[in-house]
């Protein structure tokens, strides 16, 4: 590594964000590595958040030869198979993908150590694994079974890929006995009849630099085009023009060193590559069938970067981002890997140079809404959250230790003075509020997609205060800083959630309507209150945690429940917020409706009741909201159907349920950017 100042530096900047600075070199690497090459699959994969690398780096005794091991399922790093049920109910396909990588800290390429990971590798995807295997290898193997199973396979696209990484410092001389290895390995692999698609890559110190400056996106692309046209001047635009190329130029950019996707290039759009449907279908039947008509059926590409500059035909693009295209992009670049002949498909390009975030975003709202983009994919760009970023900034002017909204993906990678346990971003925000302020610790581990879906009336609501929001972020950050720099119950990792709601509950008690901004301020401020002391906020989180294991003790010896059923359990969320209302003699926590605020929601159905009279649901959470014809009168039922209504809640006398009370149909743009809800 001596002979490696850059990669020296950036590993010495890894551990100083992460907080890793008192880790021995050897597994600091490890962690280091495995970041950089699955990155390089999720860029927004890891984050101040340390459960998924924490996850993913499985050395140490017992490791069997991995050091780390992802399993992504359509393009997304999971940790769980809740994960998994969600992902694939969302998109109703399965592409999986099993990544292995193995790292050493020194510049050799041991045959030996070679050998030891891929008997690993192929220990773990066998039928009966026969090696013993450390507690996190088997829980991936949990996962795998989970993927193999025919709930699952009846949603594969495809077999499982296999992709494995032998990192060294050294430089990789092609050596023979060792790619005899590598072969002998795939084809043992693909004999199990599972597995397709079987890579294993040697990174050496070059390859490992060009990843790391592929994940910030520090490269330039060029394409050959046919004809370029330059646009009309915009201001806060340096300069734009529409390319017309060809697909195999364009996939140029697409495509890495390693043959994969650029995965960095699609940061700022809206939505992932949505599979094999009925659009990006007809994608490739045009590239097959009919390649001269694809530029008149297609929107094309648009690009925004940081400069362009045209000779002769020729485009170099510094630090591309594609924010409209997502789909075409992973259409062409499967349709090359698959053999394909791209090179007669005529593309339209336009590229965007601009330093101006604003009009970036506004490029990325304004191109994806002439597509069928999810609502939830727009999330961050509401005001709610700008708003929220702002107050982010201006609330830690004041405290010694500041924390950012990373609103939008790598909003702060140019900022060195930000470590990476210092950014929330939606996903943190939205699953840790869930649990802290919601008292849902056990939803907390579902993707913020469907947070954001089934929490749409409750969740960043535009009259609701930031501070709540802000309070979720920073008690995050002080218990983060607590499991990686005080070696506080490591063993309580995977429930974060649950000790924040415990937290809170052992400060302030019962939760005030949230969308009653002076209660709820005077309540967080308490809260905030505490977490200025580092005394006093690990003395708290010292007692939460007790409490957590006096319940689990509860749960599994008095009450007989198992001690694998628990994260996900609302009923040992009610046993914690229970024992943790007695340590502190607190009354019963509830979040009630409120009767004077004005909600936002969609209807799933219109339908008769018995009496003939029109009635229907509003999708809420946790319970629909029925309302009829008798307290709605001016309302056109037989419209309503999947559109955004606003309305006030009340309670139904019949059965104690919601009942939504004046209720009135939003026009389309206000529904856009009020409602997440979806039928």
Known sequence: MTNEPIINARFKKFKENYGLTGMADGDAFERFV????LTSHQPDAFSADSELLEKICVGGL????IDGLAIKVNGLLIKSSEEIDDIVKKFRRANVEFIFLQSKYKDKFEASELNTFIAGVRNFLSATPAIPMNEKLQEFLGIKDHLLSDEITYFWENNPSVRMYYVAMGKWRNLQHHQALADQAKADIKSLNVYENVELHFVDSDSLKTTLDNNENNFTAFIEAIDTMGL??????DDSCVALCKADEFAKILTSEEGVIRKSLFDDNVRDFQGENSVNNEILDTIKTD???????????TIVCDEFTINNRRLKIVNPQIVNGCQTSHVIF???????????????????????????????RGTNRQNNVLEEAFEATKAFHKDLEAFFNSYCLDLPEKIYYERRAKQYVHNPTIKQTQKMNLRIVTQYFTGMFLNKPHLSHRHESFLLRELSNILYQETQSKLPYFVTSYSFYKLEKLFREYNFHKELTPYKAHLLMMFRESIGGRVPNLSHERP???????????????????????NVALIFKKSMKIWIEDLGKSRFAIKDVEEF??????????SFNIKDTEISDDADFVYTGVVMNTLLDRFGNPCGFIKRYPNNAFFHSQQNKSLRFSQLKGKVVSYKIGINPKDGRPLALNVRLLNDEVGLHQSDGGS
């Open 520 to 542: 709820i301020d005077e309540y967080a401020t308490r809260i905030m209150d505490i977490l200025k002391n580092d005394d006093s906020t690990k003395k708290h989180f010292e």
């Open 34 to 37: 495995n970041n950089a090459i």
């Open 232 to 237: 009309t001047p915009v201001n806060g635009v």
């Open 573 to 582: 969320t009610n046993l914690l917020l229970r024992e943790t209302q007695r």
């Open 62 to 65: 017992g490791d069997t030869g």
């Open 291 to 301: 390649p001269s008509k694809f530029i008149l059926l297609n929107n094309g590409i």
């Open 334 to 364: 499967s349709a090359k890997t698959n053999g394909n002949d791209i090179s007669q498909v005529p593309l339209n390009v336009k590229v965007i140079s601009t330093k101006d975030p604003e009009i970036s975003n506004d490029i990325v």
